[in-house]
C-alpha cells in the first residue's frame, strides 16, 4: 500500500539542518508536494566548507534541490545556538513569504559518550544545539503560528520520553528529551490557537553521516530517510487542531495509516532492530 500524501500548496516550511540527512530528505518531501522550503545550516557555499571538514551539501544546494521540484526556497545560514541569528532567520523567512506555517526542529549535535568521558565543551554543544536551538527556534516562531492562515504546525526530531536515566549516553539522551519537553509542553501552550506540536522519532537507526561517522550500527541496522520524511508527510495530512501534543514513532504512525509492509526503506533484507528507540526507551519492544 502506498501512503496519501497531503497537497501542501500554499504551505512554507521552516527547517533547521537542512544540508544533508533526514534535514535535507524532509525539505525535499515536502517540496515535491509543493511546500515551500526555508533551508538554515550552518554549512554554507558562501564559505570554505566541504574537503578540509569532509562535508557534502549545503543550505544552497538543498535550496537549489527544492526549487528543481517546484517549490521556492530561501537559504538561510543559521547557528541556532545564537539568539539573534535565529531571531534574524525567522524575520528573514517571514519578511520573504509572508508566512511561515511548518517549523520543523531537525538540527542537533550527538556524541553517545559516559559523563565521565563526555568533555564539557561536548555537554554545552549538545545542550545548545538540541535543546537550546529548539527552545530559541520555536520561541522565534510562537507568535507568528498563532496567526497564520494555513494548517500550523511545529514538529521536532526528539524521542518520547520514557525514562528518567539512559547510562551510557546520558548528556546526549537528556539533550534529545529536551527537546521533546519543550515541543510537547508548547502544544498545551498554543493549543487554544490551533498548532499541531508533536515529536517525531524513527524506531531503527538511519542512515546518515552522523550515524556512519559514530559507527551506530551496520547496514543491516539501518532504514533510509525516507521513513522519516514518509513520517513528517503523514503528520502533516493530520488536522493540527486535534492531532497535537503527540510523541510518535515513525513505524506506529505509519502502521496507523496503514503501511504494512516496512521493507522499502530497509538497507539491506531483514528487519532492523529498534536502536534508536532504545537509546531513549530500554525496555521498547514493537507491537505485536
Known amino acids: 500500500m502506498s501512503l496519501a500524501k497531503p497537497d501542501l500548496s500554499g504551505s512554507t516550511a521552516f527547517i533547521t539542518g537542512t544540508t544533508r540527512g533526514i534535514g535535507k530528505a524532509i525539505a525535499l ?34 535550496a537549489r534541490e527544492v526549487e528543481d521540484r517546484g517549490a ?16 534574524d ?29 563526555l568533555p564539557p565543551n561536548r555537554f554545552d554543544l549538545l545542550t545548545d544545539v538540541n535543546v537550546r536551538g529548539t527552545y530559541l527556534t520555536c520561541r522565534a516562531f510562537a507568535d507568528h503560528l498563532k496567526t497564520v492562515d494555513e494548517d500550523a504546525w511545529v514538529l521536532t526530531n526528539a524521542p518520547p520520553i520514557e525514562i528518567d536515566r539512559s547510562p551510557g549516553s546520558g548528556p546526549y539522551t537528556w539533550s534529545k528529551l529536551g527537546m521533546s519537553f519543550i515541543t510537547l509542553s508548547l502544544a498545551e501552550e498554543l493549543g ?21 561517522h559514530f559507527g551506530l550500527g551496520t547496514e543491516d541496522d539501518w532504514r533510509t530517510t525516507d521513513i522519516v520524511s514518509d513520517t513528517v508527510l503523514e503528520i502533516l495530512s493530520r488536522d493540527p487542531a486535534e492531532f497535537t501534543g503527540n510523541a510518535i514513532y515513525d513505524e506506529e504512525l505509519l502502521r496507523e495509516a496503514g503501511l504494512e509492509d516496512f521493507s522499502a526503506y530497509n538497507l ?19 507491537p505485536e
Not at 268 to 286: E, H, N, Q, V
Open 29 to 62: 518531501a515536502l517540496a515535491e508536494q509543493g511546500c515551500n522550503v526555508v533551508s538554515t545550516g550552518k554549512t554554507s557555499e558562501e564559505d570554505e566548507y566541504g574537503d578540509e571538514r569532509d562535508l557534502e551539501g549545503s543550505i544552497e544546494q538543498t
Open 268 to 286: 539491506t533484507p531483514g528487519d532492523p532492530g529498534p536502536m534508536s528507540a532504545l537509546i531513549a526507551d530500554p525496555d521498547y519492544s514493537r
Open 192 to 212: 487554544n490557537h490551533d498548532v499541531g506540536c508533536n515529536t517525531f522519532w524513527p524506531v531503527t537507526a538511519i542512515d546518515t553521516r552522523a550515524t556512519r
Open 72 to 87: 521556492e526556497a530561501l537559504a538561510i545560514k543559521l547557528n541556532v545556538r545564537d539568539e539573534e541569528s535565529v531571531t
Open 89 to 117: 532567520a525567522a524575520e528573514q523567512a517571514i519578511d520573504r513569504f509572508g508566512e511561515v506555517n511548518i517549523v520543523i526542529n531537525n538540527a542537533s549535535a550527538i556524541q553517545l559518550l559516559p559523563t565521565e568521558d
